[in-house]
């Protein structure tokens, strides 16, 4: 069903009763979050913003009504989804506005605890809970969810987890790419000029934010404009080899747990006319190491 039909439902939803959780429920989830139905016109921004897929499966932790993951299904004919909620009216008034909408067999509404929620294969993770206990699924975000999977909030943050995106046309509406890990010891080779050079890099990250440094023989360098969005990762060196004179990295490449694979292009000083640059395009691999060559004494003569 289209936009219009989903925008519909969304705004019928609105007009109904909301009642409050009752405090034997408190008691079951710590810092619990009383249902308030999200506006009907922030449903819409928050699906606009998770750019929904056919391929995506979401899942809405404190689904109350279900109108997010209703409002998916409906904007989108192919998705799965799931809303979790741990007062049972609620789920059972959301499994019956999913068989009315005609969508209950790709929506499913479970009774349970946000921080009991399967989120294995999930792609899209919506909320709008309290704060503290956003901030205290964050954790739980970061260790379960794939690299690339969006997080969807509406109003509240995830503490010092910046946005990758914010929707400001009235409240906040935040996006979230759950990064990569890249934080530690790193180390690749790359053939050049008849010769083999060997890389030691230490990346340090801080969410979807990092820095870097790297090592070859004994000169060290910074990994510049380090950018993280998802498993894609993109640096720039600068730096000079011995033999070789000034080269410019830039590595793209995808992060597959304890290896990024990609490719560098490598701008390097032409050895018939320095003045000229020549451009190398040459697969890249790295690996995640336990060490790092990095801390390797340098000696005196060093560069």
Not at 169 to 184: E, F, K, Q, T, Y
Not at 262 to 291: F, K
Request: proline share 5%; charged share 25%.
């Amino acid at each position: 069903m289209g936009p219009r039909h989903m925008a519909r439902w969304l705004r019928r939803s609105a007009l109904a009763v909301i009642a409050a959780i009752a405090v034997a429920t408190a008691q079951a989830q710590e810092r619990f979050s009383i249902f308030v139905g999200s506006d009907p016109s922030n449903v819409e921004r928050m699906l606009r913003l998770a750019k929904l897929r056919d391929d995506d499966k979401v899942i809405d932790l404190g689904s109350g009504d279900g109108r997010i993951v209703i409002g998916a299904a409906l904007l989108n004919p192919k998705l799965q989804g799931i809303g979790v909620d741990i007062d049972p009216k609620l789920v059972q008034q959301a499994t019956e506005a999913a068989r009315a909408q005609g969508v209950a067999e790709r929506v499913r509404f479970l009774h349970q605890n946000a921080f009991d929620a399967d989120l294995s294969g999930v792609s899209v993770v919506f909320m709008w809970l309290w704060p503290e206990l956003q901030a205290m699924l964050r954790p739980k975000l970061l260790a379960e969810l794939k690299p690339g999977t969006r997080v969807v909030t509406n109003v509240w943050d995830l503490g010092s987890w910046q946005p990758d995106e914010i929707d400001a046309d009235g409240p906040s509406i935040s996006l979230w790419i759950v990064p990569a890990r890249i934080d530690g010891y790193w180390q690749w080779d790359l053939p050049l000029r008849g010769g083999t050079r060997s890389y030691g890099a230490i990346f340090e990250q801080r969410f979807q934010r990092a820095e870097g440094f790297t090592r070859v023989a004994k000169r060290r360098a910074l990994l510049r404009e380090v950018r993280l969005r998802g498993d894609e990762l993109h640096v720039m060196l600068d730096m000079t080899l011995d033999g070789i004179g000034f080269a410019r990295h830039e590595f793209s490449g995808k992060v597959r747990g304890d290896a990024i694979e990609g490719s560098v292009r490598i701008l390097l000083p032409s050895q018939a006319d320095r003045n000229v640059e020549e451009t190398l395009v040459l697969p890249w691999r790295a690996r995640r190491t336990a060490t790092s060559s990095y801390f390797a004494p340098t000696g005196l003569d060093a560069p």
